[in-house]
């Protein structure tokens, strides 16, 4: 009877249930959370492996064995019972306000150093709370002297504290983020690493450590903001007798087919005279500029050429007869089975050109000119998938050839770039179609290879898989 007439039998047996219960339940709720990533599912753990039982043993000491609640063993239990509050704390605040929050609002958009002044906020008044009501200490005199020993140092390290506050407050306002692209107009680069000193900007060349204070009281710009309006201008220099549109048309085709050109924005090719022309680029990011630029100059050595363009005012001299002769006779007569006369009937028409690697030799949607024999190098023909995605269809290799649509006069299906620099002979439809026409089964070949071409192309654009 004496038991049952006791407070403390109450509390052993309600821990003895409760116990159990509770950690069944925060099991059960921590594994559900972990199967659906939810970020709460580590305050969870934290409660359920050390402050749930902690506090468990804390009541049965004091309230079941009626230990006092003055005793040191029990307040050092309390006091890490506190911290562990705090850890509790912290970390679901940091999952539900800030982990969790929409890329755009002002949740996400603050700045790191002000969340860890805010931990030390929190930090310190739970440890103000624990040493006043846990150990007694009296902590107005504590933070009395705290506030006069921050007075004296803020008047000492004044100058240092100012720039702090004020890379602070630029931090606050967040005019970039990490990852983003800035021209502070002693660096240019991507910015990698923000912190309560200094930003990181990777130049490409080596790291540039910029003071907060610095890029609070200068101007900077950032280039990625807004997103994708980024571009880059290029001048070239061409022959002062190359036609001004002609030489436009060119650059902006080579622009236009760039892998860094930003889709829907048209790159713009004008005159600046004397024989100077400037292209502009529009790109997704400021981290493209540079392949953007090396490609560009790339190819356009070689589509200049094969347009009879004078780049940098430069003759090309490789489409010799000597040249076209051997190609003739190699690569074309086998293909379209000729005769030595009709290879020298070609050879006032026919020409050799180059393209750079990644190059585009033929476009899908246009009708060809004439044929394209390889000569040396390879290129891979591609089809564009139902949801835009690039497919390889076929390699072709040196003896084989392109363009024959040229011949229907129908839009190709397919596209085809040079995987390396390609050499190749180019002739002109109105040059071929007699010697062609002569030849029923050369003309029955030709059906067969476009159809299998053909075919591939349309299997492409199903999402079927290509043979």
């Known amino acids: 009877m004496n038991a049952f007439e006791s407070s403390w039998f109450y509390w052993a047996i309600g821990i003895a249930v409760g116990l159990p219960l509770g950690l069944i339940v925060l099991t059960e709720l921590q594994d559900a959370l972990a199967r659906r990533d939810n970020r709460l599912a580590g305050p969870v753990s934290v409660l359920r492996n050390y402050l749930v039982p902690l506090g468990a043993l804390l009541l049965l000491l004091v309230q079941a064995s009626e230990v006092p609640a003055g005793d040191i063993p029990v307040r050092i239990l309390t006091t890490v019972f506190g911290f562990l509050v705090l850890v509790l704390v912290l970390s679901g605040l940091n999952a539900t306000v800030f982990e969790g929050a929409p890329e755009k609002s002002w949740r996400k958009r603050m700045p790191a150093i002000f969340l ?3 931990r030390f906020a929190v930090i310190g008044v739970g440890l103000a709370v624990m040493l006043s009501s846990i150990w007694g200490v009296r902590i107005g005199g504590l933070f009395t002297a705290l506030g006069v020993t921050s007075v004296v140092i803020g008047l000492m390290l004044q100058n240092s504290v100012g720039q702090i506050v004020s890379g602070l407050f630029m931090l606050f306002e967040q005019p970039f983020r990490i990852d983003e692209w800035l021209d502070t107009g002693t660096a240019r680069g991507r910015v990698v690493e923000v912190n309560w000193r200094a930003v990181h900007i990777d130049t490409g060349s080596g790291m540039r450590v910029t003071p907060n204070s610095v890029l609070a009281t200068t101007a900077f710009t950032n280039l990625s903001r807004p997103p994708g309006a980024h571009k880059i201008e290029i001048t070239t220099t061409f022959a002062g007798a190359d036609p001004p549109d002609r030489v436009c048309a060119v650059l902006s085709r080579a622009a236009r087919a760039l892998p860094q050109c930003k889709p829907g924005v048209l790159p713009r090719s004008v005159p600046l005279g004397g024989a100077e022309y400037r292209t502009t680029i529009g790109l997704s ?3 493209d500029a540079g ?6 100059l790339r190819w356009i050595w070689y589509a200049a050429r094969r347009a009879g363009l004078h780049l940098d005012d430069a003759d090309d001299v490789f489409s010799t007869t000597e040249r076209v002769a051997h190609a003739l006779r190699t690569v074309v007569a086998p293909a379209l089975r000729l005769d030595a006369e009709e290879q020298r009937s070609l050879q006032s028409c026919a020409r050799i050109v180059r393209y750079g690697a990644d190059e585009i030799v033929e476009d899908a949607g246009e009708v060809p000119t004439g044929m394209t024999f390889l000569v040396a190098g390879r290129v891979q023909m591609t089809a564009a998938a139902g949801d835009g995605s690039i497919v390889p269809i076929s390699t072709l290799a040196e003896g084989s050839f392109l363009g024959l649509t040229a011949l229907t006069r129908q839009p190709n299906l397919s596209s085809a ?13 109105e040059h ?22 053909q075919t591939k192309a349309r299997q492409v654009r199903r999402g079927e898989r290509v043979g």
């Open 432 to 453: 071929l179609e007699q010697l062609v026409m002569r030849e029923p089964l050369l003309l029955q070949n030709f059906g067969h290879i476009l159809d299998e071409r």
């Open 417 to 429: 770039y040079a995987l390396e620099e390609v050499t190749a002979l180019e002739i002109g439809r």
């Open 285 to 287: 990011s400021p981290a």
């Open 116 to 118: 860890d002044v805010a």
């Open 291 to 296: 392949a953007a630029k090396a490609t560009f």
